[in-house]
């Protein structure tokens, strides 16, 4: 007879029904997190396309957990299965990895059979971020991303032309913050974060810009992805 090393293997027989249970109410946690990240996400990539990732990723992360807890040895060979596993799309803003880690922990929950204080807890973590987005909004203004590019002539001044557009934001803009400036042979990027208080502001930045600047595109994107101007 084996001697006891203190621990047992328990292989508990899986649950269809409560496995399906948990399918359905993570369906209806992804589609609420689907809604959430659309409507209070901030982020500069498209929203819609993105959460379209959170049902395959909780509903997935429900399925491994149902199945690799009946087993000690399919737990052990997830290690090896998922070292396998590469991501080749970076997620690039941090809130896009808070939303995916928040699908993950609602999988983790209900494929743990932790189904109400999953939803309760998942319910509550949502409603306050939403409450927080919505105060940050009011307080901040309209938050508008701004995107210059320009080409050619207008380009070879990077450093030059870059220190105009800060000047002709800040005359108009009660705050800015660059988030991206790419320079290229004969062309120039540069995407900034601005606060506007009025569309009239905003106007009379548009204007100046394409004064100081003729031949570059100017795009203002709000915070539900659409072109502003």
Known sequence: MPPNLGFSVSNEPLSLTSLLL????????AVILRLHFQRFGSTLS????????FPFVLLTTILIITVVKSSLALS????????????RTPV???????????????????????????????????????????FRKRQAGKNIYLSIDMDGNEA?????????INE????????????RY??????????????I????????LTNELRLAFPNAGVTFLDQDQLPSI
């Open 76 to 87: 052990l060979g997830l290690v090896g299965a998922l070292s396998i596993v590469r991501f």
């Open 156 to 164: 070879l001044d990077a450093g030059g032309n870059l220190d105009r």
């Open 168 to 179: 002709i934001i800040l005359r108009h803009a009660i705050s800015n913050d660059l988030r």
């Open 92 to 134: 690039k803003e941090p809130e896009e990895l808070a939303y995916l880690f928040i699908a993950i922990a609602m999988g983790l929950g209900l494929g743990a059979n932790q189904t109400v204080p999953t939803v309760v807890a998942g319910l509550f973590i949502l409603i306050a971020m939403g409450i927080m987005g919505t």
């Open 46 to 53: 498209n929203r819609e396309e993105f959460a379209q990732v």
């Open 197 to 204: 208080a009025t569309t009239g502001k905003l106007s009379a």
């Open 182 to 195: 790419d320079v290229r042979k004969n062309a120039l990027e540069a995407t900034y974060f601005v606060d």
């Open 22 to 29: 948990n399918l359905v109410v993570g369906i209806l946690l």
